[in-house]
Each structure stands twice: as structure tokens, then as C-alpha cells.
Nanobody, 120 residues
Framework: VQLVESGGGLVLPGGSLKLSCAASGFTFSTSAMSWARQAPGKGLEWLSGINSHGSTYYADSVKGRFTISRDNAKNTLYLQMNSLKPEETAVYYC???????????????WGQGTQVIVSS
């Protein structure tokens, strides 16, 4: 299993970024997927999940600003992030949630992460 995140970087407060996660080594189309983040000095925070049918789930902290999506033909997971805040500076990870549950906050696999810095 390999998960490779990309798309992070430096963005101004209120700005947008779109993260990607290239997946391989498993059947992506039938797997629930998640995004999580870890801010400096804090624990891992679940952000969003999507199941194999395309149903999506969001943490209250990002609902209405973040959008998770998947392209099964490309084995790629996405996270569109809008109206970013400085406190959302973190390393962002895509992950395969345990038991195939898109809202699960424990994971079987995760990538190396991509750094997002929200700062002026």
C-alpha cells in the first residue's frame, strides 16, 4: 500500500489549496478514504472521509469550507480547502480508515503527509 500526498504549501489566510493523494497497492475504488491533519504539538485530527459509494463526511471544524472527492479512474483522493485559517497550519495526511468506515479516527495506512502553512 502506498499513499502519496501532494499540493501543500504556503497560502495566505483566507486562501485555498487543493491536496491530492495518489494511491496504489490496493483496490482504491472499493476503499473508504480519509483526510487528517496534525498541527505542531497537537494530536492527529480527522477532517473528512469518503466511502466507496461517494458519500462524504466532515468534521465540524471544516464543514462548508473543505470538500473531499475521489477519482477512481486515477486512484486519486482530493481535498479542496477554502477559507484557510492560520491555525490550520499542519501536516495533512490521507489515510485508509480501519474497518472501512469513513468516519473512523484510526487508520490502517497513511502517507508521508504534505505540509500546509497558512500565514501572511
Amino acid at each position: 500500500v502506498q499513499l502519496v500526498e501532494s499540493g501543500g504549501g504556503l497560502v495566505l489566510p483566507g486562501g485555498s489549496l487543493k491536496l491530492s493523494c495518489a494511491a496504489s497497492g490496493f483496490t482504491f475504488s472499493t476503499s473508504a478514504m480519509s483526510w487528517a491533519r496534525q498541527a505542531p504539538g497537537k494530536g492527529l485530527e480527522w477532517l473528512s472521509g469518503i466511502n466507496s459509494h461517494g458519500s462524504t463526511y466532515y468534521a465540524d471544524s471544516v464543514k462548508g469550507r473543505f470538500t473531499i472527492s475521489r477519482d477512481n479512474a486515477k486512484n486519486t483522493l482530493y481535498l479542496q480547502m477554502n477559507s484557510l485559517k492560520p491555525e490550520e497550519t499542519a501536516v495533512y495526511y490521507c489515510a485508509i480508515p480501519k474497518n472501512g468506515i469513513a468516519t473512523m479516527t484510526k487508520y490502517d495506512y497513511w502517507g508521508q503527509g504534505t505540509q500546509v502553512i497558512v500565514s501572511s
